[in-house]
């Protein structure tokens, strides 16, 4: 007999979601705006994962004995956030492409499954315009059971079908695009058909046709120590030492007025002026806004010099959409 023991922490039992960095870097895409993009994701996004994680606290702790009424709402707010965040990922991280280009390989696919890429493309496009007004989800989804791709409309994060996974995700709910479009969800599904990154489609297709799952699709670079959102939070809520700092450029600075709660912001092109406020007895955690590239390259350069310094994994953004506090920052700081 096996004398393996499974050990369940509080936060397995809880399955608690963690906020997954924005994979598309949002101020690239074309004709889709950053502040979209970034107010989808941290507010829309970011709420599904602070739903989810809420609803399952309570059903943890739910009684013996809870009424049923209780347990099927609860377990009907847990499916529907599990299908928006797993949906939202999905759609961020199949965006920052070329749309035009289709690969050989995914136009070879298309046109076995659907007779052509514009017969796939005109049932897509049409299904996303009959949503107009509406809200839902339009997916190209590749069905295990039946070993074939085929577009489905999932009315709502909740309607995802049976034994298939989705490999391009379009999200049809009016906080998609208003910011950008108003109500004109016709040059919304222009704009995402054009910014569809073929390369992750060609992933997710090739992953679930050989029965494996879909890739996790996260920017993050492994190549240097980092925190999540997440860790950070528990840190500061245990009381350790942690500085903070906010390393965003100052172009981007400049059209901000907050920043995380307790941090502060210094200028990530000059170094040399600041790291001597630094105590290189505390731990430094160092964010950017998505986490891409300006936090890692101060986390490196407050490394080369001998701090314990370690860049948070989606940056603020990933702070905000997972509910952390923001203040004000201080004029000139
Ligand atoms: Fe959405």
Same mark, same amino acid.
């Given at each position: 007999m096996s004398n393996i023991k499974l050990v369940l922490t509080r936060k397995d039992i809880t399955m608690q979601q963690e906020i997954t960095p924005i994979p598309v870097r949002p101020w690239t895409l074309n004709g889709l705006s950053e502040r979209l993009i970034v107010s989808h994701y941290e507010n829309n996004y970011g709420g599904a994962v602070r739903t989810l994680n809420a609803v399952r606290r309570e059903l943890a702790g739910l009684e013996a004995g809870a009424p049923g009424y209780r347990i099927r709402a609860?377990? %009907?707010?847990?499916?529907?956030? &599990?299908?928006?965040?797993?949906?939202?990922?999905?759609y961020f991280a199949n965006l920052g492409g070329e749309g035009n280009k289709i690969p050989d390989q995914i136009r070879a696919v298309l046109e076995e499954h659907?007779?052509?890429?514009?017969?796939?493309?005109?049932?897509?496009?049409?299904?996303?315009?009959?949503?107009?007004?509406?809200?839902?989800?339009?997916?190209?989804?590749?069905?295990?059971?039946?070993?074939r791709l085929w577009n489905q409309i999932a009315f709502d994060h909740s309607q995802a079908a049976v034994d298939a996974a989705p490999v391009l995700a379009l999200d049809m709910y009016e906080h998609a695009y208003h910011l950008d479009f108003g109500a004109n969800?016709?040059?919304?599904?222009?704009?995402? &058909?054009?910014?569809?990154?073929?390369?992750?489609?060609?992933? %997710?297709?090739a992953?679930?046709?050989?029965?494996?799952?879909?890739?996790?699709?996260?920017?993050?670079?492994?190549?240097?120590?980092?925190?999540?959102?997440?860790?950070?939070?528990?840190?500061?809520?245990?009381?350790? %030492?942690?500085?903070?700092?906010?390393?965003?450029?100052?172009?981007?600075?400049s059209r901000v007025t907050d920043l995380m709660e307790g941090a502060i912001w210094r200028d990530p092109d000059r170094v040399e002026e600041w790291i001597g406020e630094l105590s290189t007895d505390e731990p430094v955690a160092v964010y950017c806004a998505y986490g891409f590239h300006v936090g890692c390259n101060v986390t490196k350069a407050l490394r080369e010099r001998g701090f314990?310094?370690?860049y948070i994994r989606g940056g603020v953004s990933a702070w905000y959409a997972a509910g952390g506090a923001r203040a004000m920052r201080p004029a000139g700081g």
């Open positions: 609860l377990k %009907r707010e847990e499916l529907t956030a &599990m299908g928006s965040v797993a949906l939202h990922e999905l659907f007779g052509s890429v514009s017969a796939w493309r005109r049932e897509f496009v049409g299904a996303a315009q009959s949503l107009a007004g509406g809200s839902g989800w339009v997916l190209l989804t590749y069905s295990r059971r039946d070993r969800a016709t040059a919304y599904i222009d704009a995402f &058909m054009r910014n569809v990154d073929w390369a992750a489609v060609t992933g %997710r297709l992953a679930v046709s050989a029965d494996r799952s879909l890739p996790h699709e996260d920017p993050s670079d492994k190549s240097l120590p980092s925190l999540s959102v997440e860790e950070l939070s528990a840190q500061l809520a245990k009381g350790e %030492r942690v500085q903070v700092l906010d390393a965003r450029p100052r172009h981007h600075i314990d310094a370690r």
